[in-house]
């Protein structure tokens, strides 16, 4: 199955601008009917922050960062990215790729269990 690694973590100050990358390898986009992007800290639960279907395009944002992040898919390079804008230290987290075979409805992706995630990488939103 397509594994997925994520990049592009980091430390910002607030208002500041981060894109996370995550590379599927061993496979392609495709292996995923939706793939997107999720945070959590340890010990608590995870929250979907927003999520792409991968034929359709469609996509599905957590109000808390609709008109700052922006979630899309490269094709050609098979990586999924997350455009984070106007970063509050509140955005402060471990982010997480993942993806799903079967949902289909971005909505749905992180009420489900998911069928692959990456590692992780830490975005960090202090002055």
């Known amino acids: 199955q397509a594994q997925l690694m994520e990049s592009g973590g980091g430390s910002v100050q607030p208002g500041g601008s981060l894109t996370l990358s995550c590379a599927v390898s061993g496979g392609t986009f495709s292996t995923y009917s939706t793939m997107g992007w999720f945070r959590q800290a340890p010990g608590k639960e995870r929250e979907g922050v927003a999520a792409?279907?991968?034929?359709?395009?469609?996509?599905d944002y957590a109000d808390s960062v609709k008109g700052r992040f922006i979630v899309s898919l490269d094709k050609v390079k098979n990586t999924l990215y997350l455009q984070m804008s106007n970063l509050k230290p509140e955005d402060t987290n471990t982010y997480y790729c993942?993806?799903?075979?079967?949902?289909?409805?971005?909505?749905?992706?992180?009420?489900?269990?998911?069928?692959?995630r990456g590692q992780g990488t830490l975005v960090t939103v202090s002055s």
């Open positions: 792409i279907n991968t034929g359709s395009g469609v996509t």
């Open positions: 993942a993806g799903s075979t079967w949902v289909r409805d971005p909505r749905f992706l992180f009420s489900n269990n998911l069928d692959a």
